[in-house]
């Protein structure tokens, strides 16, 4: 019936917006040299599309500690700015998955099949997270070493659980990649300068 076409439509206009959103989000990151600057625009703009309690971005630490370095949170939530999180939280074997580039949507992080060790659990209870969403930003070095991965860009939803959706897993994606470019140019950059 008319309905259909309605829907191809209104399907059509959403890719489309997304493609807008997509362009300008990159844009806006490539715009700023400054790497603190293109994580900020990152976190705040993933924030506001994803109308996300809280968005973040993780860098690990070469030991398996880590800690939150840019971070866009609504006033009702802590931050995690600076806090530095235990090993535990973050074992060995999902550095390695991530690494090779899963992402995880987790709805509810007490729901049993979502995986979550249990101080993983305890530990975003003290933060109100209730879903999430985690995209590893990885960085190829070179040609013919593994990926190594530099940190995770990750969104909270702290009043409720939630159904992540595809096109939110892709804008985190596309956006982690666009980190990880950057921070080869950063790196580049940093050696030219040296």
Same mark, same amino acid.
């Given at each position: ?5 309605? +829907?191809?439509?209104?399907? #059509? ?9 997509? +362009? ?7 715009? @700023? &040299?400054? #790497?603190?600057?293109i994580l900020h625009t990152t976190v705040t703009e993933v924030?506001? !599309? ?7 971005? /993780? ?9 939150? !370095? @840019? ?5 009702? /939530? ?27 949507? !987790? ?9 979550l060790a249990e101080c993983l659990v305890e530990f975003v209870?003290?933060?109100? !997270? ?29 009043? @409720? ?18 980190? +990880?470019?950057? &921070? +080869?140019?950063?790196?580049? #950059? ?5």
């Amino acid at each position: 019936g008319p309905s259909a076409g309605l +829907s191809m439509q209104a399907e #059509l206009r959403q890719q489309q917006q997304r493609v807008e959103l997509f +362009s300008e989000v990159t844009l806006k990151i490539r715009q @700023s &040299l400054q #790497l603190k600057e293109i994580l900020h625009t990152t976190v705040t703009e993933v924030q506001r !599309i994803l109308q996300a309690d809280r968005v973040l971005i /993780y860098h690990v630490l070469p030991d398996g500690t880590g800690k939150t !370095i @840019s971070e866009s949170v609504l006033p009702d /939530y802590p931050t995690l700015m600076d806090l530095e999180f235990p090993q535990e939280v973050f074992p060995q074997e999902y550095q390695q998955l991530y690494a090779q580039g899963r992402v995880r949507a !987790i709805a509810d992080v007490h729901d049993p099949t979502a995986g979550l060790a249990e101080c993983l659990v305890e530990f975003v209870d003290q933060f109100h !997270i209730k879903a999430k969403l985690i995209v590893p930003i990885v960085q190829n070095l070179n040609a013919n070493s593994q990926n190594q991965l530099w940190g995770l860009l990750i969104a909270h939803q702290c009043d @409720s659980v939630r159904q992540w959706v595809d096109f939110e897993l892709e804008l985190m994606q596309q956006l982690a990649d666009q980190i +990880s470019i950057a &921070l +080869s140019q950063a790196q580049l #950059l940093g050696r030219l300068e040296e």
